[in-house]
């Protein structure tokens, strides 16, 4: 790399720490970060470079478009769920393994490293996330990658259109130069992990069109699935999203945990409330919303009750202090 090089990649790494270090109280710090903001948008013009972020004990190669520095910066829970349904699941599995559709650059893959450090199949199909998902996930022995989309039968990549760190895939009627292939397939090369406990999807709108594709899959192996609920780009990808309730129950899942689009907990409820479903799928339906759900399956109705009862106490200890004490 030569000097010119090395001067606008330290330039790069310098406008997102700077962004990120940047308060946000007082006119004149609010004045720099959208200063800084602005810069980055500009540089983004010219090109997409790799920066460094740190997340727990990890530093992630990621493009600067991305957004996960800046969700994290606002939402210290952001991303957290999953770290701690995996905490959860691996105290009655110690000898848990993970798959994880819709790798991206492995942040999931750090975020659960943090609560767990159990082995995790990444499957990413976008090609530049993918060679960052290596890259970060290159001193893993417990980890390994695969680049596919993951998708049902029959499907095709028509196109992939990237934004501020997610990729996504529009369908088309012919193979494309990006591979798609279910999720059955891709565990045929991954033995390891044929009867994985935790099933991650965050795959852009396919999550219930993934879920409705692999019901033998659930059937057999009956993992905790934590996956996207989102309902406007379900349908984009032609799946209707609230049946995937329907599905679930009937191969013997009971309970879910819901949680924000953001990471905080929301609230659980069982799948025979389906009242309680519809108007949970028509609120976030009318907000062009997503939120992140946890099932479970009967057999593990005792982690979802133990999961709620944490993500309860850890609500009531951030709850506001009322007339100056503490609760």
């Given amino acids: 790399m030569d000097a010119t090089s090395v001067s606008t990649a330290r330039f790069d790494q310098w406008l997102l720490d700077s962004a990120l270090n940047t308060p946000i109280n007082g006119q004149a710090n609010r004045i720099r970060y959208r200063l800084l903001r602005g810069t980055r948008r500009l540089r983004l013009f010219v090109s997409d470079p790799a920066v460094t972020f740190s997340l727990g004990a990890f530093n992630l190669r990621l493009p600067l478009s991305h957004e996960l520095p800046f969700y994290r910066r606002k939402f210290p829970d952001y991303a957290c769920n999953l770290g701690k349904v995996s905490f959860h699941a691996r105290r009655k599995y110690p000898d848990l393994t993970m798959i994880d559709v819709g790798a991206n650059i492995g942040d999931s893959v750090a975020m659960v490293h943090g609560y767990s450090d159990h082995p995790v199949l990444c499957l990413e ?11 970060n996930t290159r001193n893993l022995p417990a980890v390994e990658i695969e680049q596919t989309f993951i998708g049902a039968p029959g499907d095709h990549v028509g196109s992939i259109a990237v934004r501020l760190g997610n ?16 999720l059955t397939e891709a565990l045929g090369r991954h033995p390891r992990f044929a009867s994985a406990k ?130």
């Fill in 167 to 182: 990729a996504q895939v529009r369908l088309g009627p012919t193979p494309g130069q990006s591979t798609i292939c279910t």
């Fill in 198 to 327: 935790l099933l991650k999807i965050d795959a852009e709108g396919f999550d219930c069109r993934i879920i409705a594709a692999e019901t033998k899959l659930l059937k057999v192996n009956k993992p905790i699935l934590f996956f996207e609920y989102y309902p406007k780009c379900s349908e984009f990808v032609g799946q209707k999203a609230f049946p995937v309730f329907t599905t679930l129950s009937s191969l013997g899942y009971s309970m879910i945990l819901i949680y924000q689009n953001v990471g905080s907990y929301f609230m659980s409820l069982t799948l025979d409330q389906v009242d309680a479903l519809e108007d949970l799928h028509h609120f976030i339906s009318n907000q062009a919303g997503f939120c992140d759900v946890a099932a479970f399956h009967t057999e593990d109705l005792e982690i979802a009750i133990n999961l709620r009862a944490a993500e309860s106490a850890s609500r009531a200890l951030k709850q506001p202090a009322k007339n100056g004490h503490l609760p």
């Fill in 125 to 135: 199909g976008e090609p530049r996330f993918f060679q960052l998902l290596k890259e």
